[in-house]
């Protein structure tokens, strides 16, 4: 379990800086109760991470040499893809256009909130901005794999603690990181790690081979 807790908690803490939710809450602590903001999206995170370790364990029940490659591919398959993209990035400063389409996001959003907004449609807001925009994100899929091949509540656990410290982060001092966060550097970082679990999936499956 305490294995599963720390890749849950590294995986999302690693790939949710600087992320569309990360910005997403960090633009709506500018504009409301900084409380309800971060009771909203970790809210809608948590909902989000049982809902994939569900599905994790439901994948679990296939025959366990296609989960074992099925999580090796996809988190191999993502660290390449991540470390692809950083090379693309310019170094300096952080993802403009993420930034700019979480802006747009709460724009939108915030246009159809009534004048007096209470703390029920505040908390609404964050929560549903939030959970479509984490639907399908990469972290959503690895969270699946993760919880495929291993203890369920450690990695539950871990994944909410992840959220729960980026989001504190991002409703805290999302303003002042804005333009200070380097997204290449935060997604090497990430395509490193998810290559450090495709190797470990690989090795772990190794060595239960070579015990049977």
Known sequence: MVAAFTAGLLLITVSELGDKTFFIAAILAMRHSRRIVFAGVLAALAAMTIIS???GQVASLLPPKYVHYGEIILFIGFGIKLLYTASQM???SCDVEVVQEATDVVEKAEFKLPKQQTVFAIYLEAFVLT???EWGDRTQIAT???AAGNNPAGVTIGAIAGHAICTAIAVIGGRMLAGRISERTLTIAG????LVFGVLSLLQGQALGSNS
């Open 90 to 92: 310019p170094a300096e």
């Open 131 to 133: 959970f479509i925009a």
């Open 144 to 146: 699946i794999a993760l």
């Open 53 to 55: 370790v569900i599905v």
């Open 191 to 194: 395509g490193c790690l998810f």
